[in-house]
């Protein structure tokens, strides 16, 4: 109830329709990996996947952010499902992570990190590439978070009726023996190109 509530609300205020351009929605094991520019790309990334998929798709969300208060955690844990991690790292940070993968469950990742304020992701981080070795059989799919970083912008109280969309492009094949920079410029790459593939 309170996430279709969710849902409606960031739809009505931005709008999110959902463009599967180069795979489509499946229940499979799957790392969605997208760029970052708002407050707002968990939300609706998460209400563009299919209402009977989401309870396996988990948000990754900054555990200084999303768990700092009592109203942010409900939202992130209790509507969400998200996995909360601290980003300022540590041996086991992507522990959460890969025991949702472990499940056959979906993740939701931003690999920049953190928010930017450019059209384009910034560099991917290494958790991206970590996870990808670690579980092969969870499916790589790019997303593009369309006007996001305007309708949202860093230090906005209330969005800005702009409309977005969230694009899901074809799934990333790994390359054997492939290294991590390599990896981590191609999977940035793929959502480069849903952006420009307009």
């Known amino acids: 109830m309170i996430g279709a509530l969710v849902v409606g609300l960031a739809r009505f205020l931005v709008g999110g329709r959902p463009e599967w351009v180069g795979s489509l929605p499946s229940g499979r094991s799957r790392i969605y990996f997208a760029n970052h520019g708002s407050h707002l ?78 059209r384009l992701p910034g560099p991917f981080k290494s958790g991206l590439y970590r996870l990808a070795q670690a579980y092969p059989q969870a499916e790589l799919i790019p997303v593009y978070l369309e006007n996001l970083s305007r309708a949202f912008p860093r230090g906005a109280f209330l969005p800005v009726p702009i409309s977005c969309r969230v694009r899901f492009g074809a799934p990333l094949e790994r390359i054997e023996n492939e290294d991590k920079d390599t990896f981590l410029e191609r999977a940035r790459g793929a959502v480069v190109a849903l952006a420009e593939d307009r």
């Open 41 to 118: 790309d968990t939300v609706l990334l998460w209400a563009a996947i299919p209402e009977h998929y989401r309870p396996r798709t988990h948000p990754v969300a900054a555990a200084d952010y999303w768990g700092r208060n009592r109203l942010t955690r409900f939202i992130s844990l209790g509507v969400l499902g998200s996995v909360l991690v601290d980003r300022r790292g540590g041996a086991d940070v992507l522990a959460p992570l890969e025991a949702e993968l472990a499940k056959g469950h979906s993740l939701i990742l931003f690999p920049e990190g953190t928010r930017g304020a450019e």
